[in-house]
């Protein structure tokens, strides 16, 4: 049970270093979108009865963007096992139970290289869930390069602290992972 669950981390954490190291620019439309775009919200100040101001929103519209994520956040936990550094993994993981598992493999996990975000590939994407605080996405994530896995999983992600972190992930797209997504994110300690 613990070694399908660390492969898929492991195929996450790549895609995830992949995502950090990849050109940005802005996400066109695209066929495979699976959720609305929540447009960015104009506000007026109370101080200021004149004044507007536009707040961004930080929720994915597309399966691009969310295989990004994905591809930015197991690199950095693979990174984080790969040079057994706890605050490398605490940068893209939002839960005890994620460090947890991170932290049981250093020194086992095995690495034939660095791990390099371009190694980290997604295919059968969905968007699951995507509001403001969590993101859902099931997909097939490819590790190779730096050690090899292959895995499905629903990926289940919470907006914390200005940015995107790995909260739990599930093995079928009906699992209680939505529980994940519900009630305030508990920092891991």
Known sequence: ???PLIAGLVVVGLAIGVWALWP???PG???TT????VDSTTTTSTLEPNTSTTLETHVVT???EAEAILRELWFGWFEGIYNQDEDRIREVVGTQAMLDAARAQFGVMEFTAAPDPSHLDYAGS???RADQDCLVVWTDTVVSGFTTARTAD??????????WKLASLWQQKNDLWDTDCEGQLEPPS
Do not use: Q
């Open 1 to 3: 049970m613990i070694r």
């Open 24 to 26: 940005r620019e802005e």
């Open 29 to 31: 439309p695209s066929p």
């Open 34 to 37: 699976t959720v609305n775009a």
């Open 62 to 64: 597309t399966v691009e």
């Open 126 to 128: 969905e968007i699951l």
């Open 154 to 163: 629903v990926h289940v992600m919470r907006y914390s602290e200005g940015g």
